[in-house]
């Protein structure tokens, strides 16, 4: 397969985007479940916190499994700060190229940064919904992303595969929900 576009734009676009949400959560919400059933509001936010901080340990050259993968903090501050960070320390081109280990294996730089953008736009889906704000990010963002997902992450799913299978997307479902989607996640969640 070709190498992906450059992802560091949409890292930061969907960062940027995450940010925008994490914002607008009042306490109210905190305890409010997602369509992610594994976070309630305030876990998913402690959730984008670490994505992005494995985004960092990356960019550092550390090891992303010593950031755990629900973080105490779940808010817009610190995840912009470490947005930031991530965007700061991507900034070399030789990172696209090196290979790192992820969750899900040993890829070029490139490709883990895309799987990162994967998962702020899904989880701010799932955010978005759970807390009744715009769930559609940037159309030209989502739909970048969708095409990598679906490049990479194969319709048949196993034990390997961390997400459900693949439902089908509304007639009218935007990009980001049909990302969403190919991950698994049911419009109908509520």
């Not at 900034?91 to 799987?115: M, Y």
Request: with cysteine; aromatic share 8%; charged share 20%.
């Amino acid at each position: 397969m070709s190498t992906p576009p450059d992802p560091r734009p949409a890292f930061e676009a969907a960062t940027t985007w995450v940010t925008g949400l994490l914002r607008a959560v009042t306490p109210e919400q905190l305890a409010d479940p997602t369509p992610c059933t594994d976070f309630d509001v305030e876990a998913l936010g402690g959730h984008l916190v670490a994505t992005v901080r494995r985004t960092v340990a990356l960019g550092e050259g550390s090891d992303i499994f010593a950031v755990a993968v629900v973080q105490p903090e779940h808010d817009a501050q610190a995840y912009a700060a470490a947005a930031r960070r991530a965007i700061e320390l991507w900034s070399d081109d030789a990172k696209l190229t090196e290979q790192v280990r992820v969750p899900w294996g040993q890829v070029p730089g490139a490709g883990a940064l895309w799987g990162y953008v994967n998962e702020q736009l899904v989880h701010g889906w799932d955010l978005a919904q759970a807390t009744g704000q715009p769930a559609e990010a940037d159309p030209a963002l989502a739909s970048a992303a969708l095409a990598v997902a679906q490049r990479f992450i194969p319709a048949e799913r196993d034990e390997q595969i961390p997400f459900d299978a693949p439902v089908s997307p509304r007639p009218e479902a935007g990009p980001t929900e049909a990302l969403a989607n190919w991950t698994g996640r049911r419009t109908d969640w509520r």
